[in-house]
Structure formats: structure tokens, C-alpha cells
């Protein structure tokens, strides 16, 4: 350990270099006495920026993991390479202001008591986070927390002790638990403790490594004095499954380890009572999204069809007396009810993708469909086209109808309106506006309105311009060009802007532009949107692949014939030969290999029948070419272009 530098460093970096830009270029831009070292430890990111970092930011420290080792295992990695007085642990997705550095070091050297120094932390959005101070997790503390007490009394001492909510975010307190974004720790005192108990994989460790800092002897502290910005929060998906299970896995973990006889029993049971309770309300949520729009849209469209066939009989079929056959009122009529859901489900209008334009193309397309297989009918089976017409008219409109309803009535939009075009500011310099245009045109993007201001910081109204600016044109983009601006200034815009439009960073060298609107949400970056990652895409993709694949080899004879005569006979062996993989998912018919998905950092597919790029001419570097075919089809896929690309390749089979 070296006296003369003061801080080490350790972020742990999993996928996300643009946020670890940021976070670097926030470090480097510190004003502050001290020396410090930066340890980057990579758990096998598919795209590190490795290269690219360390040309930019020069002396880091870089360690590559050949696997993800966890967040604590990794962590671990740095602190064994630390030299520092202190050691800043720090999340990728963070940016600190120009004095955190200094004012943290400086509180540590004059209170030696305190073990650990966390600080105040604000979102995306520009809100305070109150994970940046916490109480330890008693069984009563968690009891409070589970039942949802601590949210209802968001500001009392007993029943918010979990997040503090007692305390003022705006003065330094004496916590138990500090965040795992930044805890700034004596090296000796982290080192003494074992750093992260390596038994947490992630969530969790924090709160443990806090209360063994305690158990020393030695304080925690809240300080407020400076503050960061962490844009991902606590977490990413605290409504999943998956996040549910961890963290309460790590809980119980924490109650083991740290409670013994009654406490660790009454604790363990809360903990597994809040899994199943939250787990249970995860449950029921998704399949409340999932399956009540869709119910409620066959009951819709079965009571409009027996609306129609009654109407139907009484005025025009059986004037005279009679009525249509069961036949009709039950197997028909219900397998009209589940083409036209498939046919929804199928575009997307039950996950997001619900706007009206969209419904009435999936009706007319499926009614269509459900029209022509009614022509191929026996004539006893054909009742009338006019009910399936009226039935598909009538239905369409009553789901428009009840969704419209239900959106004024609850005050809450049920369809999902057209892409929303960004009404941009831009608050920069005149020479990075066009790195900005080029980042928006690569990235398919067209703003409504686009406004540039340059910054004028002599004027101390300058944030009140950018404010009235804001709500004068509606702007619900706000990207400042950080090579201008303090990290300082951008979290005041964050604080006083963030809950009216979406504020994001240019940085302009690296032509990232980063953000994100609340911690409930990931951070996300402006970049070429990859088709090949789209939920409705991959949806239809899937559908026409085991449609296809049920036809070639059910109709065999016939298939074999055609393929003979058009010249595809060794692409059809292929697909009879590999059928079964394709019915499974393990391949698929048209796409690029996995180690190119790798290499090219494009979502992965299936490995493909038919590989696109097997269409390079031997005299062409393959490699070049390959990047350029699978970044293009990667961004461009579609499902016509998919049954283009199908007729190509299986001719050169």
C-alpha cells in the first residue's frame, strides 16, 4: 500500500461500456488533491470497449474474467490490487461530480471512526434514491417492508426504518447500510473484513460487507455533502421472477449468516413469506396483463358473432323459421374467435404494439386467410361468408370500442400510440451538434422538433432559460453535451428538469448518448436498434418457420417435386433432414452463425439452415463482407425479406 495515493478505485464492468465512459470521464474529470489508481475488473463482457478505454482514459488498471464471477467475487479481483489508502467501490453506471472525490477522501482522513462512507445518490430523473441509506434488516425492519407498511408511512422512524425515511437526505447521518454503487472504505478495514463474502452472487452483498464493517467497531455514514448519479438504481427488474428470487435468496443468506437461534428462524420465515408473497404478485400481474386483454377480446367477438347469426337468421337466412346448426354456433364460430386472437397475438397487439392501425390490418389480414380456407370448404360446411364479413367488422369495432371506453374512463391510454418522434433540445456546442445529427440519423431517428442552446454560463439564469425553454416546446429530450457542461451543473438540469422531460448525455468523442428516465428502468443508449431483438419480429419469424416446416414435410410428395423441379433439391434435404431442430428451436431457416453474433456484438439467432453468408464469393474478404451482411440484416430484418433471402439461398444449396 503506497501512502502517497489515497484512493483506489474497482468498478466491476458487465455489458456496459457506454455507461463506463461516462463513469470514467465523470473520475477523470475530478478536481481533487489526491492521487488515486482506476481497477477495472470485466466479467467476460461480449463488448468490454477494453480497447477503446484504455486508449482514452490512460493508467487503468484492466483485469478480463474468461466468466461472470459475480459481482462481489469480482470486486474481490480489485480489492486484492488496491494500493490506495482508501478503495472506492463504484458501479459502471454511475457519474460522480468534480468534488466527490475530494470532499469523501477528505471527510475519511478526519474522522477515522468511520468504516464506510456511502453518499447520496439520485437517479435518472434527477430523484433521490433511498437505497443511499438504510437501517440493518431486522425481522421487524423487514416485517414493516414486506407487508408494505414502510410505504404507506414513507417518513416514519418505525415503520420506514428499512430506507431511513425519518432522516433528511440533505444532511450526513450514521447509518447501518450503505449502497453498493459507491461505498468508500479504509483499504486495511476492507481488507481485514475479506471484502464481499464471494457466497452472494448478486444482491445482497452490500448489506452484509456494511454490517461487518459495523461489526469492527467502526461507523457508517451517509454523507450528502456531494452526490452521484447511479442510473440504473437498485435495480433493473425488481418486478421479475428472476429479481424476486435473488434477492430474497441473498436475504435469507444475510439471516443465516449474521442472526442466530429465534432471530435467524423469525427472519428466515419473513424472507421466505415476502418470496412467495411477492412472488404470487409478479405471478398475477403478468398474467393479468397477459390474459385478461386477450380474454376479454374473446368474449367480445363470440357475443358479436351470436349477436350477427341471430340477427342474421330471424332477418335473411331462416325468415320462415329455423336456425343455424351448433356445428356453426360452437366450432365455427369459435375457431373464427381464435384465428382472429392468434392473428392479434401475431402482431403484437398484445404486448405493445397495440394501436388501432395495427388491429384492423391483423383483422382484415386473418379474415382474409379464415375466407379463402372457407372456400375450400364441402358446401355443408359453408355457411356464410357474410356472417364471418360482419362478424369480423362487428368484433373490430367493439374492440376498439371497449378500449376507448376504458381509457377515458380510467383516465389511462389502452392503445399504444404511434412511436413518439422526440422533441429534442440539444443544450451544446455548435461543433457537436453534427456529431449529435449523425448519432440520431444512424439511429433511425427524426425529431419533430429540434432546438439547439448554446450553453452561457456567465448568465446566472441559465438554468431557469433551460427550463422555460422545456416547457415551452414541450421538449421531451434533453441531451447536454457533458464535454461542456460539469457533472456538477448536469445533475442540477437532472434534478430540476428530470420528472419533465427525459435528460441524456452526448458524449461527443465516443458519440454515446446516455440515459435513463427513472432507477426502475435500465439506462439505455442511443444506437442502431437491432430488428433481430424485436419481440414481434421474432414472434412472427417464429410462427412462419414451423408453418413452413409443418408444410414441406406433411405434403413431402408434393414438395419433393418442386424442389426437384426448380433446382432446390439438396436445400429441401436440408430442411427435412434438420426439421425437428427447427420445430424444437435449436435452429432456424435463414440467419448468421452464433460466433458471428459474438464477434459482431449483433443478437444472437439460431444457427441457421441457410446462413446468409454463405452468398460471399470466395475472392472477397470474408470477414468484411460478413460484418456488413449481418449488421445490415441484423438491423433491417423482416419477415418479407426473410422469405426473399429463403428463395435465394436454397437455390444455391
Known sequence: MSIDLKLSIVIVNYNVKEFLTQCLDSIFKSQTQYDYEVIIVDNSSKDSGRDELCATFEHIIWVDNIENVGFGR??????????GVYTLILNPDTVLQEDTIEKCVSYLIAHPKVGGLGIKGIDGSGQFLPESKRALPTPLVALWKITGLSSIFPKSAVFARYHLGHLSPEENHEVDILVGCFMMIPTELLLSVGGFDPQYFMYGEDIDLSYELQKTGHKNIYFSESQIIHYKGESTKRGSLNYVRMFYKAMVLFAKKQFTGSSAAAYSLLIYLGIYLRAALAIAARLGKSTLTP???????????NTIK???????RFINGGSYPDLYTYPVQGSYVLAWLFGLWLSGVYFK??????MVRSMIATTLILGFFYGLLPEELRFSRALLILGALGG????LGWRTILSVLSGK???EGATKQPRILFFGSKSNKSILDGILHSSGITPSFYWEEVPNFDNEDW????QALVHLHRVNELIIDVSGVSNKRLISILTSLGEQTSVKSLMPKNKYIIGSDSSLTQGETYRKSHQTADSQYLRQRRVFEIIATFLVVALAPVTIVLATV???FNAWKLWIRYSGHIFTGKRSLIGYSRSLSEKFNVPPLPHPIFDICSVIPVELDYMQNARAIVEHYAIEARLRHDVLHLMQLSKKS
Do not use: C, T
Not at 353 to 358: Q, Y
Open 310 to 316: 341471430s340477427y342474421w337468421e330471424q332477418n335473411h
Open 413 to 415: 391510454p389502452m392503445f
Open 295 to 305: 380474454l376479454l377480446d374473446a368474449v367480445v367477438l363470440y357475443a358479436i358473432l
Open 353 to 358: 404494439n397495440n394501436r388501432p392501425i395495427v
Open 566 to 568: 426448380s433446382g432446390r
Open 463 to 466: 438554468l431557469f432559460k433551460l
Open 396 to 399: 373490430l369495432s367493439a374492440m
Open 74 to 83: 469480482a470486486n474481490n479481483q480489485g480489492f486484492s490490487l488496491a494500493k
